[in-house]
């Protein structure tokens, strides 16, 4: 059996505040999951859209580290 997380266990692995991740994902920043479901009210997400969430955070932090650097040797 498939064990889908919540919105805040998903934000944990991921390393980031859970109201954010919700941001992103409201505005459409994040990839929206596409194997979750809702249940009472919370989004669920599965492992499968964990894996994309956790690439896409770390996809985001790398291109925030490579502007912070350009940044700074300007």
């Known amino acids: 059996m498939t ?4 919105l805040g266990q998903v934000a944990l692995e991921v390393d980031m505040p859970s109201h954010r991740l919700a941001y992103y994902l409201r505005t459409g ?3 929206e999951p596409e194997h979750g479901r809702v ?6 997400f599965s492992p499968e859209d964990v894996c994309r969430l956790k690439a896409w955070a770390e996809e ?3 291109r ?6 350009a940044a700074v040797g300007a």
């Open 3 to 6: 064990q889908f997380k919540t």
């Open 29 to 31: 920043a994040a990839p």
């Open 39 to 44: 249940f009472g009210g919370k989004r669920l």
């Open 60 to 62: 985001r932090r790398n």
């Open 64 to 69: 925030r580290s490579k502007n912070n650097v």
